[in-house]
């Protein structure tokens, strides 16, 4: 069982227009709308691959509501707290070949709505298997909220996979509760450390900084350029082969569920690495985020090249 956590989920709007006119009416046929947030994705990916996963986090007011309809619908277990305000909305303009994005801050969590997610949560990790964290922290959460999580997970020994940024993820970093395994891209990567990674030496470089010492699994993903890892004292250099793409939104969620997955199987090294970016591609190979081909998985899995460097 795997239980995954989105504290600041939403209603993921795609308004496709020819053209974007501004300061007029605008009207859109094609709307599409899906509960979205990157632990979502993570948890549809899951589902896909049959794994038993229950989808939790904050969710409120009638936008909650109906996201729960749409779990409901694509049969995925969940069990949010709630909360008094309404989850948010995201709208993607596509347009002309561009992406306007519109996105709601989304409500103010209130303390008690987070007490009562942490007792929730104390119940969930007793039946889990393995914990994944993604995404940002809405209003009102302290920014050092997933080191409580960690901590609780820790306590009865459930690893925990990270997916976060900025200071959240600097908080947890900094802290003696230590995630099992963490996957910046290389963006975060370089705004954490406050440093350019151009090439894999440094990239390298910066994997050995204090900052990851504790931390089982440190992986950063490259987007079609693959990924470069940290376990225990080796260094894996990931090389996939070069595919079609779609749409890549969302491939790094369908490698943390990869990464999940081989958790909760007992997967040695090179392949959780290889089951990951297997995933990661396979969603990249896909219009819609978080929906991957599993037809395809053998077969983009054994083009992966895992070595040590
Ligand atoms: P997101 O935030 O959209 O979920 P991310 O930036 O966290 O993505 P990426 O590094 O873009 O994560 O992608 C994760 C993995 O997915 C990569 O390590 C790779 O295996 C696969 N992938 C992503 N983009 C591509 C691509 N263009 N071609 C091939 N594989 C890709």
Request: overall charge negative; some cysteine.
């Amino acid at each position: 069982m795997i239980v995954t956590i989105t504290m600041n989920p939403s209603i993921d709007i795609s308004y496709p227009l020819e053209r974007f006119q501004l300061d007029t009416v605008n009207r859109v046929n094609d709307v599409r709308k899906t509960a979205g947030g990157k632990g979502l994705n993570v948890t549809r990916v899951l589902k896909q691959l049959k794994h038993d996963v229950i989808a939790s986090g904050l969710l409120g007011g009638y936008i909650g509501e109906g996201m729960k309809a749409d779990l409901d619908k694509a049969d995925i277990a969940h069990q949010f707290t709630a909360i008094s305000g309404n989850t948010r909305n995201c709208i993607a303009i596509l347009h002309e070949g561009k992406q306007t994005e519109i996105l709601e801050n989304g409500p103010t969590i209130q303390p008690a709505e987070l007490q009562r997610f942490l007792a929730q949560l104390d119940a969930l990790i007793q039946v889990t298997d393995v914990v994944t964290i993604s995404g940002s922290l809405p209003q009102g959460v302290p920014a050092d909220f997933y080191v409580e999580v960690i901590k609780r997970c820790n306590s009865v020994d459930k690893p925990v996979v990270l997916d976060c940024s900025g200071e959240a993820l600097r908080q947890v970093l900094t802290s003696s509760h230590k995630p099992y395994l963490i996957k910046p891209n290389r963006e975060e990567l370089s705004d954490l450390l406050g440093t350019s990674l151009e090439d894999l030496a440094s990239i390298k470089e910066a994997l050995a900084n204090d900052l990851f010492a504790g931390i089982e699994w440190v992986v950063v993903s490259l987007g079609a350029q693959g990924a470069i890892a940290k376990h225990e004292n080796n260094f894996y250099r990931v090389t996939i082969p070069k595919i079609e793409i779609v749409n890549p939104v969302g491939s790094g969620d369908a490698t943390v569920a990869g990464f999940a997955a081989a958790i909760v199987e007992g997967k040695e090294a090179t392949a959780l690495l290889k089951m990951g970016n297997t995933l990661g591609m396979l969603n990249a190979q896909e219009a819609i985020t978080g929906s991957v081909n599993l037809t395809n998985y053998q077969q983009l899995f054994d083009r992966i090249e895992v070595t040590t460097f």
